[in-house]
């Protein structure tokens, strides 16, 4: 019988002209949207290597003009870029070990069914997915716990995700066999040894899953530290970020400037793309490495348990 839409020749498939304009129509539209998400990309590292007077005057479209390492030279030389870097790094490093073993350990014993009342538990931790004490409270528990002005603060209160605890509990209930659970403990594992032995090193796709949210989660944040951190060297890379990008657009709007502050004020232009670059190039790195685990960790682990 044939296909509407392909005809079998010979134990082949053969498309269709429909088939092959439908394919085209596709591709077409799958490299239109891919150029529309990398031409930004593509133009802030051109604008950050481009001289700051080529941006201004809108010359730099797609590729470089009169290339420059200054605004690199800045960043390197920048005392409170690189300060930034480093707790940032610290924060993102630190923040997602914490993260994934407070994970696992809220996930793991909630998606055991022999566990007493794991579903009520599981309603209640919910709940809090959707009711929050808000701002001002939160502000006022960081003051009363001495965190101000401290690391911690930008670590400790978002140890877990109720969201992302759910995808690896998920994970766990629907992508362990259940008789690798009695195996275990016919061997004579412990909970914690079964955890450590038998369902982590099965678990890879979904840990990458959540290293990623984690890790993403922490570079790119900068509202708490906003909040919380009042000392210059403790203020991570993004919220240095917006610290310049303010003062450029201070140096801009000064009409009554003089020389020396125009010409910084005209660098900062450059060194905004340069810090973007630098600043997103460590994501950009990690994503590639653990792309294959993602999409399977999250089509697994967003299976209704």
Same mark, same amino acid.
């Given at each position: ?10 134990? /082949? +498939?053969?498309? *269709?002209? =429909?088939?092959?304009?439908?394919? &085209?129509?596709?591709? !077409?539209?799958?490299?239109? %949207?891919? #150029? ?87 309603? /209640? +931790?919910?709940? *809090?997915? =959707?009711?929050?004490?808000?701002? &001002?409270?939160?502000? !006022?528990?960081?003051?009363? %716990?001495? #965190? ?158």
């Amino acid at each position: 019988m044939k296909s509407v839409s392909a005809r079998r020749k010979g134990g /082949f +498939i053969h498309e *269709t002209g =429909f088939d092959m304009v439908f394919d &085209i129509v596709i591709i !077409l539209i799958a490299v239109l %949207l891919s #150029l529309l998400v990398l031409y930004p990309l593509i133009y802030v590292v051109s604008a950050s290597f481009s001289n700051p007077l080529s941006i201004t005057r809108g010359e730099v479209w797609l590729l470089p003009k009169q290339i420059t390492l200054n605004a690199y030279q800045s960043i390197i030389t920048n005392q409170d870029l690189l300060s930034g870097f480093k707790n940032t790094v610290v924060i993102a490093v630190l923040g997602t070990l914490i993260n994934l073993v407070m994970t696992t350990c809220c996930a793991y014993p909630l998606s055991r069914k022999e566990m007493f009342g794991h579903n009520t538990i599981t309603v /209640f +931790i919910t709940f *809090t997915m =959707f009711f929050s004490a808000g701002m &001002i409270p939160n502000y !006022l528990l960081i003051r009363d %716990l001495n #965190l101000l002005d401290n690391t911690l603060a930008l670590i400790l209160p978002g140890s877990i995700s109720v969201y992302n605890m759910l995808i690896m509990r998920n994970y766990f209930q629907n992508s362990i066999p259940e008789d690798l659970f009695g195996a275990a403990k016919i061997d004579g594992c412990n909970n914690i040894q079964t955890l450590v032995k038998v369902v982590l090193p099965l678990s890879k796709s979904i840990i990458a899953v959540m290293v990623i949210f984690y890790a993403v989660g922490h570079w790119n944040a900068y509202f708490d530290s906003l909040l919380y951190m009042s000392s210059k060297d403790k203020f991570p890379l993004q919220l240095v970020l917006r610290r310049l990008l303010l003062e450029s657009q201070a140096l801009q709007d000064d009409t009554g400037i003089g020389q020396h502050m125009a010409e910084s004020s005209l660098a900062f232009v450059s060194i905004q793309y340069a810090v973007i670059v630098v600043s997103s190039l460590p994501v950009l790195i990690l994503y590639p490495l653990l792309q294959k685990y993602f999409v399977q960790g999250v089509m697994i682990g967003a299976v209704k348990g």
